[in-house]
């Protein structure tokens, strides 16, 4: 799923960070999360299996489910996608969770 676009405002909430609108395009993610849906991306202190978390993959910013880790690497994987993503990522490379 590639997050089209970050809306410009943020709300503040709690002491770890603050609630950013993201708009989400394609169907990795479906039915979970839908292409032209809204969504809220916010940061946490980790980041655990289950979570759907938005990172950069070079040229886009897409969301996708962390299935897993190993070695303190994250797996992840679009729920509807057939095989995992090819790249593990570093907990640091999380932009944020979406909700």
């Not at 089209?4 to 479906?30: H, R």
């Not at 980041?47 to 910013?61: C, E, H, K, T």
């Amino acid at each position: 799923m590639v997050i089209t676009s970050l809306f410009l405002f943020s709300i503040a909430f709690a002491s770890n960070g603050s609630y950013t609108a993201i708009k989400m395009a394609g169907d990795s993610m479906w039915p979970t999360l839908r292409d032209g849906e809204t969504k809220f991306c916010y940061t946490k202190d980790s980041y655990v299996p289950g979570d759907i978390v938005a990172f950069s993959n070079g040229s886009d910013l897409v969301g996708h489910r962390i299935v897993g880790n190993i070695f303190g690497k994250l797996i992840t994987k679009g729920d509807n996608n057939p095989i995992f993503d090819l790249s593990l990522l570093n907990p640091n490379d999380i932009i944020c969770a979406i909700s």
